[in-house]
């Protein structure tokens, strides 16, 4: 039996055509002063890992089962376009059950328990890239119940994101759909049931979501 799925799609700014996802991938650390507050205090190689897009979430977060330490992580979004290019930009939040990533860190094993689970990709509607914007003056914050909690230039980003692409493509094949999350900045914080969270890159895109 031929089971038929209903595809994962973003809402694309100024356009009735939504962009349909095929995967996720993410960046860890590339931001000099987040590794510093990770405990990596020098510029090397980027590593990847990924999340299932199931975890693609809008603007009504479940707090996850199985944690007590749901940390926020907001971050430049790339939208894969035809042939590898950058189709264009999204603000997200990359969520995080801490504790267990700590624990699977602690005993080597990977952080997919941490880092997938239903939510934990929150991502804005996509902003289409034109030749007048560029994409390393983009800036991006993150309010809790109003509160500014994250604010970075990607400018300070250890890797910018073509060569997060091209290091990718090293590894595997990038696809029209894929959204490459770039890292985030320091700065990052806990969670809590009745939160509302707005990120934003000023002039661009803003989103909302709340905690339940």
């Not at 926020?72 to 059950?97: C, H, M, N, P, Q």
Request: hydrophobic share 35%; charged share 25%; with cysteine.
């Amino acid at each position: 039996m031929i089971f038929k799925t209903t595809p994962i799609t973003i809402k694309i700014k100024g356009n009735e055509v939504n962009f349909p996802v095929n995967s996720i991938y993410c960046v860890g650390r590339n931001y000099f002063a987040h590794a510093v507050e990770m405990g990596q205090d020098k510029r090397v190689p980027p590593f990847f890992f990924s999340k299932a897009i199931s975890t693609i979430a809008n603007e009504i977060i479940d707090y996850p089962k199985k944690t007590s330490n749901l940390q926020y992580e907001v971050e430049l979004v790339i939208a894969v376009g035809e042939k590898s290019s950058i189709y264009g930009f999204a603000i997200g939040v990359d969520l995080t059950r801490r504790d267990i990533q700590k624990e699977a860190k602690m005993n080597g094993k990977p952080w997919f328990s941490g880092k997938n689970f239903r939510g934990s990709s929150v991502v804005s509607e996509i902003v289409p890239l034109n030749p007048k914007i560029d994409v390393s003056t983009l800036e991006l914050e993150l309010y809790v119940n109003g509160n500014i909690k994250q604010k970075g230039k990607c400018s300070d980003m250890i890797w910018n994101p073509g060569e997060i692409m091209c290091e990718l493509t090293k590894e595997i094949e990038l696809k029209a759909g894929d959204l490459i999350f770039t890292g985030t900045p320091e700065g990052v914080g806990d969670l809590e049931k009745g939160d509302r969270v707005l990120i934003s890159i000023p002039e661009h895109i803003n989103h909302e979501f709340t905690v339940r």
